[in-house]
T-cell receptor, first 111, second 121 residues
Framework: GQNIDQPTEMTATEGAIVQINCTYQTSGFNGLFWYQQHAGEAPTFLSYNVLDGLEEKGRFSSFLSRSKGYSYLLLKELQMKDSASYLC????????????FGAGTTVTVRA | GAVVSQHPSWVICKSGTSVKIECRSL??????MFWYRQFPKQSLMLMAT?????????EQGVEKDKFLINHASLTLSTLTVTSAHPEDSSFYIC?????????????????FGDGTRLSIL
């Protein structure tokens, strides 16, 4: 089976930085995705990592270490609209698109 | 704009009713679509993989006779919850990868529909 762990909740102040960690133990690895999900809405794609290192995309960055089974999503210059659930998802096999999702981390941004 | 359209957004119906949910890819062909279920404050749980022109592949523990999937065209997959009961109340979401961007299979994210909130009374 697939085991993907991330913290349940995090709280941060507007303008600050928050790092959401994700550890995974899966039967294979062919990429890690981060999605943002606002309450009652569908997830939206944020980032993708398949090689070790940092991928930067504006205020959001994502890091991957395959040897450690570890990734993090870094949110900088937090805004109130960033309050949402952040989902870590792993694709185990290269020949299909099936994703296994973590339970999600609810980030609350306070003024 | 949305690349995957899901309909309806909300369904409230009586126990025993069958409910059909549609998932359409709007500007690309989707030979594969995925159906997920999400309970409050929980993760997305994959229910099944919908394959155009062939039978769906169900995840362990998902009743194929309860959750009927039809993928009759390259842009449409339907999920029918048969004889729905209150425990079937959940948020159902479909997704599809866009294979037509030319960027290769590996880094294609899944595009999600807006979800269907199903409430069975």
């Amino acid at each position: 089976g697939q085991n993907i762990d991330q913290p349940t909740e995090m709280t941060a102040t507007e303008g600050a930085i928050v790092q959401i960690n994700c550890t995974y133990q899966t039967s294979g690895f062919n990429g890690l995705f981060w999605y943002q999900q606002h309450a009652g809405e569908a997830p939206t794609f944020l980032s993708y990592n398949v090689l070790d290192g940092l991928e930067e995309k504006g205020r959001f960055s994502s890091f991957l270490s395959r040897s450690k089974g570890y990734s993090y999503l870094l949110l900088k210059e937090l805004q109130m609209k960033d309050s949402a659930s952040y989902l870590c998802a792993v694709r185990a096999r290269s020949n299909d698109y099936k994703l296994s999702f973590g339970a999600g981390t609810t980030v609350t941004v306070r003024a | 704009g949305a690349v995957v359209s899901q309909h309806p957004s909300w369904v409230i119906c009586k126990s025993g009713t069958s409910v059909k949910i549609e998932c359409r890819s709007l500007d690309f062909q989707a030979t594969t679509m995925f159906w997920y279920r999400q309970f409050p404050k929980q993760s997305l749980m994959l229910m099944a993989t919908s394959n155009e022109g062939s039978k769906a592949t169900y995840e362990q523990g998902v009743e194929k006779d309860k959750f009927l999937i039809n993928h009759a065209s390259l842009t449409l997959s339907t999920l029918t919850v048969t004889s729905a009961h209150p425990e079937d109340s959940s948020f159902y979401i479909c997704s599809a990868p866009n294979l037509n961007t030319g960027e290769g299979i590996s880094n294609q994210p899944q595009h999600f529909g807006d979800g269907t909130r199903l409430s069975i009374l």
